[in-house]
Nanobody, 120 residues
Framework: QLAQSGGGSVQTEESLRLSCVWS????????MGWFRRQTPGKERERVA?????????DYADSVKDRFTISLDNAKNTLYLQMNNLKPEDTAMYYC??????????????WGRGTQVTVSS
């Protein structure tokens, strides 16, 4: 129900945009977000999230002022604009849809992931 696209390999300071198209019903008590796993087997970390009730956004400190999460409801698409990429941003990125007050790992719908690789 979540189809991801975008990603790829770039150099430091370049930009990428990830997209996530949803084909499910939504509710204003839910949120959508981007997560990443930098090492296989390591826990996914939240990168950015957006509430469907009002559009409030939140970012991990490591990506603030570089990444922007946004929604296009007309296109059923979630975006993550990533600017000034750094090698430490290299990871598998996942989009997720989840109840705002719940743990996404337990209650979320997940995309399949897309690899982002940043070379110095």
């Amino acid at each position: 129900q979540l189809a991801q696209s975008g990603g790829g390999s770039v150099q430091t300071e370049e930009s990428l945009r990830l997209s996530c198209v949803w084909s499910r019903s939504t509710h204003i008590s839910d949120s959508m977000g981007w997560f990443r796993r930098q090492t296989p087997g390591k826990e996914r970390e939240r990168v950015a999230s957006i509430d469907l009730d009002g559009g409030a956004t939140d970012y991990a400190d490591s990506v603030k002022d570089r990444f922007t999460i946004s929604l296009d409801n007309a296109k059923n698409t979630l975006y993550l604009q990533m600017n000034n990429l750094k090698p430490e941003d290299t990871a598998m990125y996942y989009c997720a849809y989840y109840p705002t007050l719940a743990d996404p790992e337990d209650f979320g719908d997940w995309g399949r992931g897309t690899q982002v690789t940043v070379s110095s």
